[in-house]
């Protein structure tokens, strides 16, 4: 199929009928032909993307389409950022592969990595470039833990979710992702995260007193609690496939009380928090902690081209040469981009701008709050999420999440789905994103969900 379509000045969302359009139409069909069965994203949003500037997207039908998507929180600067551009331009004609070698451009994203790290952490902390995904990224996290500690057992949280690799996904929360694969890495204890709203002690958010971490304190000090010490402890600030959900800040900073004094390697992982994701670098810096092992991905490069590293106290860093590789972690285009989008973030402000934009949010869907089905809309900076329910059973309500999905695709706005049983609606605008598109797309949103509930209890 060859694409002759005229340039478009991406100011507003456009849908002109039925979706999907015709020529997107037959994209989608010669895909489901000829790709696997696991793919995902088109199922529920069916368009053939032509092109894209900042937070927009346009189909090959001509519709455009507000991102808030945006590569699943890869595109932190949006789509195709001109200086980003520029720099992979001038970075591919120089070099473009260097397997782990040393190069100036490396040596740039390191020095900008690090510079991002508070103050304390930036002279202890040693990085490590994996492969170009965050799931290869948490292998390696977990892979460095068991060889410095000499330990096999590992701490994960239920609703957490860390990638489709094998050992990944065997610390992901989500059954039906692990269910027809036999035989996954052992040695992984599940305990409940700080999910308030539908707490998973007592069923009480009214009475908890954080009852989930003092679980795990009680079971990891009973010498016959059935756990031995573990290699590591991998936890995410906020929980983001697992429906938007931010840990308690008392959760938190027990938790890093806790490992401390029995000397396991608390993980973070903040492949989608991380890069400015929450209003800061790293999501765990809004808790006062610090990890032992950052795990770090998707913005890294600011632009979508793969990048993924851990960063980690030089005190673990007891692995032999070659102990975890990958043949793309040189992706010399990824260094140049990172490096120029850590001087675009502190040069314009982004930080501010993602909090600015998370308070606009906030207000813009504060109306919501008041619906029936709306149980709790979350958010941290530029990651919200709005979890529906049935108001007379109180289950999760994944039918309404899909179909407000697909009413805002037909007026404009690409949004994704997630949490328990798929019923939160979430958001992950670029970082850059302006006032005006905030508020169009959330407009669209809010418009969306009120215009579906008078349907939705007719039904009843």
């Known amino acids: 199929m060859t694409l002759q379509m005229e340039p478009v000045n991406y100011t507003r969302p456009y849908v002109s009928g039925p979706l999907p359009g015709p020529k997107s139409a037959e994209l989608l069909s010669r895909q489901e032909k000829r790709e696997s069965n696991a793919r995902a994203y088109p199922r ?120 489709s690799s094998a050992a ?23 305990f409940p995260y700080s999910y308030c709203s539908r707490c998973p002690v007592n069923l009480s958010p009214e009475t908890c007193a954080i009852n989930c971490i003092g679980y795990l304190e009680n079971s990891l000090h009973d010498g016959n609690g059935g756990i031995p010490l573990p290699a590591a402890v991998i936890v995410e600030m906020v929980q ?17 009380q806790l490992t401390r004094q029995l000397e396991i390697p608390l993980i973070v992982d903040e492949v989608q928090t991380g890069c400015g994701r929450t209003g800061t670098w790293f999501a765990f810096e809004q808790y006062g902690i610090e990890p032992d092992v950052i795990v770090a991905s998707k913005a890294l490069s600011g632009i979508g081209t793969p990048v993924a590293l851990i960063m980690y106290d030089a005190s673990l860093d007891t692995w032999a040469p070659a102990a975890h590789t990958g043949t793309f972690r040189g992706n010399q285009l990824a260094f140049a981009t990172g490096a120029e989008a850590v001087h675009i973030v502190q040069r314009d402000r982004v930080l501010d701008n993602v909090c600015e934009r998370g308070e606009q949010v906030a207000g813009l869907l504060a109306p919501l709050e008041s619906l029936p089905w709306v149980r709790e809309i979350r958010g941290r ?80």
């Open 240 to 256: 983001g496939e697992g429906g938007v959900i931010p840990a308690r800040l008392e959760f938190v900073q027990r938790l890093r």
């Open 44 to 163: 529920h949003l069916p368009i053939a993307i032509a092109d894209a500037a900042g937070s927009f997207v346009r189909d090959l039908d001509g519709n455009v389409f507000i991102d808030f998507l945006a590569g699943a929180g890869v595109l932190s600067l949006g789509h195709n950022h001109p200086e980003l551009v520029e720099i992979a331009r001038r970075q591919l004609g120089t070099l473009a592969h260097g397997l782990d070698f040393p190069t100036p451009v490396k040596d740039a994203f390191i020095e900008a990595q690090l510079s991002m790290l508070p103050l304390g952490m930036r002279e202890r902390m040693k990085m490590h470039f994996c492969g170009p995904t965050g799931a290869n990224a948490v292998d390696a996290a977990i892979k460095l833990c068991k060889t410095a500690t000499g330990r096999s057992e590992i701490i994960s949280f239920q609703g957490g979710f860390h990638g």
């Open 381 to 460: 900076g530029l990651m919200w999420g709005i979890e529906l329910q049935d108001p007379s059973t109180g289950m999760p309500a994944g039918d309404l999440a899909l179909s407000v999905q697909e009413q805002v695709l037909r007026l404009g706005l690409i949004l994704e789905t997630g949490g328990r049983n798929g019923c939160v609606v979430r958001m992950l605008p670029p970082l850059n994103v302006t006032a005006d598109v905030i508020e169009s797309a959330c407009r669209i949103l809010v418009n969306a969900i009120e215009a579906l509930m008078p349907r939705t209890q007719e039904a009843e």
């Open 168 to 190: 990944a996904m065997a610390l992901t929360g989500l059954v039906e992702q692990k269910r027809p694969v036999a035989n996954g890495m052992p040695g992984v204890h599940f």
